[in-house]
């Protein structure tokens, strides 16, 4: 059954202080991991998909990189508008529904 | 694009009552999934539609639990005899299929409280 366990839980940075989220995976086949940004009270919000080991994309302060076995999440600098869950999901070939990690839930302090 | 709309977005509801959302999903999106999510943990998949055709509705949690999509268009989730277990946030998500890459777009959720 594929599987993502997300680590840590909650992390808590003080502004401008950089670090890593990280994402481990089991999947069949892998199509796709996905990258979402979660507010209280919201839906995920899309940030990345990452198709291949070896691929990294960046938006503003995050970057997304993936391996055959995790993805990390990197934050540089953070601001307290990225407070938010971090959710990371993959997609098996074929399609299939996406499944989730609970996600890390970040604090940035000012 | 208007992105995924669901209404409502709070329902308070007694328990052994019935609840209905419902989910417009962006227009040009072919297929439309329904999640469920408790606090602290990550969206659960129950069901997803390609056009009006269900693909997958064994993860629905109980036979309480039913979705529709008629015409391909809008989607429906009923949950017929709340629990208070079924007190949760219920996300709509919907996405192009036809490329190589598919992209899920997530509605608001509707919070449901079972009192």
């Known amino acids: 059954e594929d599987q993502v366990t997300q680590s840590p839980e909650a992390l808590r940075l003080q502004e401008g202080e950089s670090s890593s989220l990280n994402c481990s995976y089991t999947v069949s086949g892998l199509r796709g991991l996905f990258w979402y940004r979660q507010d209280p009270g919201k839906g995920p919000e899309f940030l990345f998909t990452l198709y291949s080991a070896g691929e990294e994309k960046e938006k503003e302060r995050l970057k997304a990189t993936l391996t055959k076995k995790e993805s990390f999440l990197h934050i540089t600098a953070p601001k307290p508008e990225d407070s938010a869950t971090y959710l990371c999901a993959v997609q098996a070939l074929g399609n299939t529904p996406l499944v989730f990690g609970k996600g890390t839930r970040l604090s940035v302090i000012a | 694009d208007t992105g995924v709309s669901q209404n409502p977005r709070h329902k308070i509801t007694k328990r052994g009552q019935n609840v209905t959302f419902r989910c417009d999903p962006i227009s040009e999106h072919n297929r439309l999934y329904w999640y469920r999510q408790t606090l602290g943990q990550g969206p659960e998949f129950l069901t997803y539609?390609?056009?009006?055709?269900?693909?997958?509705k064994s993860r629905l949690l109980s036979d309480r639990f039913s979705a529709e999509r008629p015409k391909g268009s809008f989607s429906t989730l009923e949950i017929q005899r709340t629990e208070q277990g079924d007190s949760a946030m219920y996300l709509c998500?919907?996405?192009?299929?036809?490329?190589?890459?598919?992209?899920?777009?997530f509605g608001s959720g509707t919070q449901l409280s079972v009192l």
């Open positions: 539609f390609q056009n009006e055709a269900q693909l997958e």
């Open positions: 998500a919907s996405s192009f299929v036809g490329g190589v890459r598919e992209k899920l777009f």
